[in-house]
């Protein structure tokens, strides 16, 4: 994993070095993307390298790069670093100028890096769920951007590691919006329930494709917010993410979820999605 890409360029990640006037470093001026490589080829991509454009577009940043572009360069860096599973860690800054809070003039050009990650798929994780926790929502507005500052996220992710769990799940008052880093779904009664895509969270690929897999399965799905009570009685939980696929929830705070071991939509679901992948980067025996 030794080349990175530097303001598009692939280099030794020893020569990358950024400037400490960089937005990114210091507002958390910018937007990001993380997407999942299994048998060298990328998922989603395209899902990926449009919503960083239009992450780019509402905080005013015009990307000068297309998703053909981008999608080439990135491949490059999965062929140089010889990964096979893992991710791509990508991340567009409004690149370097004296520190002052007004968007510099449009000749700065941004800072674009990029790099790559070898990365085991969560197996245990995926067959005997994981523990969460509640946490107000106490994020901007705007978490259908996917912008570098995350601190809202990771205090919330902290909170629950420290509590020996794996995600905290946030509500605005009695409304679930989405995980620290994950977006959550629950089951009641054979259907599926998530959040509608809003400014109140990001609108993740991996639950696109999990609508997208469910629909053409006959399982029903419904975009509407649902409420803490809701997820308290719910039959089944799990959150979604790139890094995380599908991965069931079976306790939230000290409460078990249903019987407490994954359900069996959710299980169904995470054969569907890894259907998915497999049709798109072949088969998912060897990503072990
Ligand atoms: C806050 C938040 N919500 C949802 C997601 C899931 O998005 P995706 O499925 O595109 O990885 C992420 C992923 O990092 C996230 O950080």
């Given at each position: ?13 020893s020569e990358a ?98 790099y790559t990650k070898?990365?085991?798929r969560p197996l ?165």
């Amino acid at each position: 994993m030794n080349y990175v890409i530097f303001n598009g360029n692939i280099i030794e990640r020893s020569e990358a070095n950024v400037d400490i006037e960089d937005r990114g470093y210091q507002f958390g001026d910018g937007v990001y993307e993380v997407i999942r490589v299994y048998n060298s080829k990328m998922f989603t991509a395209t899902e990926h390298l449009e919503r960083i454009i239009l992450s780019a577009k509402k905080i005013g940043m015009e990307l000068t790069y297309t998703v053909k572009e981008m999608k080439e360069l990135l491949t490059q860096l999965i062929t140089k670093n010889s990964l096979e599973h893992g991710t791509i860690y990508m991340q567009f800054s409004r690149g370097v100028a004296p520190r002052n809070h007004p968007y510099p003039t449009s000749d700065v050009a941004h800072s674009f890096v990029a790099y790559t990650k070898e990365v085991a798929r969560p197996l245990a994780n995926l067959e005997n769920g994981v523990k969460a926790i509640l946490k107000e929502d106490i994020r901007w507005l705007l978490c259908d951007i996917k912008s570098l500052n995350l601190l809202g996220n990771v205090m919330a992710k902290q909170e629950a590691v420290s509590k020996g769990c794996y995600e905290a799940i946030q509500h605005r008052g009695e409304v679930v919006t989405e995980g620290s880093s994950s977006n959550i779904s629950i089951i009641k009664d054979g259907t599926l329930y998530t959040h509608p895509a809003s400014n109140l969270i990001l609108n993740g690929i991996t639950r696109r494709k999990m609508i997208e897999v469910c629909e053409k399965d006959g399982i029903p799905v419904v975009e509407e917010p649902f409420s803490l009570n809701d997820l308290n009685t719910a039959d089944e939980v799990f959150l979604s993410s790139t890094t995380s696929e599908i991965t069931p929830i079976i306790q939230i705070n000290e409460k078990q979820v249903g019987e407490g071991v994954p359900g069996v939509l959710t299980k169904r679901i995470q054969g569907l999605f890894d259907a998915a992948i497999e049709s798109e980067c072949g088969s998912l025996t060897t990503t072990v």
